[in-house]
Nanobody
Framework: QVQLVESGGGLVQAGGSLRLSCAAS??????MGWFRQALGKERVLVAA????????NYADSVEGRFTISRDNAKNTLYLQMNSLKPEDTAVYYC????????????WGQGTQVTVSS
């Protein structure tokens, strides 16, 4: 079975940093990404990475502040979040897809990130 387990969320002051991790088990994927959903808002893509070549893309709102990376040996995804802002407050979800054109099919349980003023 496929499992994605996030960790690393918590409470941080504005301007601080957090590093999220997502441990994947059961199989490998074409690509993985991080999504977030703020209270009362739609779930949006934050960052994505190809598992094969490491190519990445970011939402405009986090470009230059967040970095997505992966450790192929550990089958683990990371999101380094720097210069955090209160508007970054959301539940962050790890997700995986099976192909370049496929939708994100597998999801983690989510981890709460709260950024205080």
């Amino acid at each position: 079975q496929v499992q994605l387990v996030e960790s690393g969320g918590g409470l941080v002051q504005a301007g601080g940093s957090l590093r999220l991790s997502c441990a994947a088990s059961g199989r490998t994927f074409y690509g993985m990404g991080w999504f977030r959903q703020a209270l009362g808002k739609e779930r949006v893509l934050v960052a994505a990475i190809s598992w094969s070549d490491g190519s990445t893309n970011y939402a405009d709102s986090v470009e230059g502040r967040f970095t997505i990376s992966r450790d192929n040996a550990k089958n683990t995804l990371y999101l380094q979040m720097n210069s955090l802002k209160p508007e970054d407050t959301a539940v962050y979800y790890c997700a995986a897809r099976e192909g370049f054109l496929s939708q994100y099919k597998y999801w983690g349980q989510g981890t709460q990130v709260t950024v205080s003023s």
